[in-house]
Every structure is written in C-alpha cells, then in structure tokens.
C-alpha cells in the first residue's frame, strides 16, 4: 500500500489571505491599541495620531516582515528570551529535584571530599578480587610496608 505523506510540516496554516493565525492576531490586537490610543480625547490631537500612527506601523512591520529568514514576532521573542534568560547554566544536585542556578547569584564555595591514603596492601587486596572476578576466597598476604 502506498500513503501520501504530508509535505511542508513546518509551514503554518494560511487562515486570512497571506496571514497565518499569529500575525492576524497580532494585526488586531495591535490595530485596536493604536485605534485607541489615535482616537482618545484626552491627548491632545497631535500627539494621539503621531502615538497611534507609529503603534500602526510597528505594528504592521513585527506581523508581516521577516528578519533573517524567520517570521520578526518570532525573532524579537527569541531577542527577549535571550536577554531575559541567564548566560549560564549550573546544575547541582540537591534532593529530589535539579535546580538551574543564575550566573549572577553567588556560587558556593565548592565542596572537596576528604583524602584517604591507600597503601599498597588495599591495592593489592583490591586487585587480586578484581582478577578473580570476586571468586577469589582469601586476599593473598602480601608484606607489610613500613611507613616513613
């Protein structure tokens, strides 16, 4: 049996003329803020229209252009993001839950664990379980070092 499989995946469903659902809704919602503030009485004319006009045309450009081949609401959502966001990332284990710590908070003084001197005798006993696949009985005596 042979299927058509869909092609352009990525591409967004067209619903007014050349406009998908993000950019109409951001050419209402920002034409019915600049309409607003074009028409309110309590601005004085000049400033209303100059307001409105330019919220008009901000408006527009973010809705319909594009910016380095994608969509430009989608770029300044990733230039906010990434301002917003931290630079770097730590995690650190603690409990249950990973927590991802800002850059701009303190790091803590970092924790080293304790040293322990191991001999040649521990190695040795180590080693002889490893090779033997811990079917080994007894660790073999090795001679004790004398310590400096």
Known sequence: MQFKVPQN???????????????????????????FVFTAPELPPVISRTIGGLMGFFTFVIAVTSF???PTYRFFRHVIAFIVNPRQRVWRKSGAE?????????????????????????IAALAAVLDSRGTQGAVP???QEEKP
């Open 141 to 143: 005596n090795l001679p």
């Open 68 to 70: 380095n081949g994608q």
């Open 9 to 35: 995946v990525l591409i967004e469903d067209k619903i007014y003329y050349s406009l998908n659902a993000v950019q109409f809704t951001i050419l209402v919602i920002g034409g019915l803020a600049s309409f």
């Open 98 to 122: 990973p927590e991802l710590i800002s850059q701009r908070v303190v790091v803590e003084k970092q924790r080293q664990a304790p040293t322990r001197t191991v001999s040649r005798t521990e």
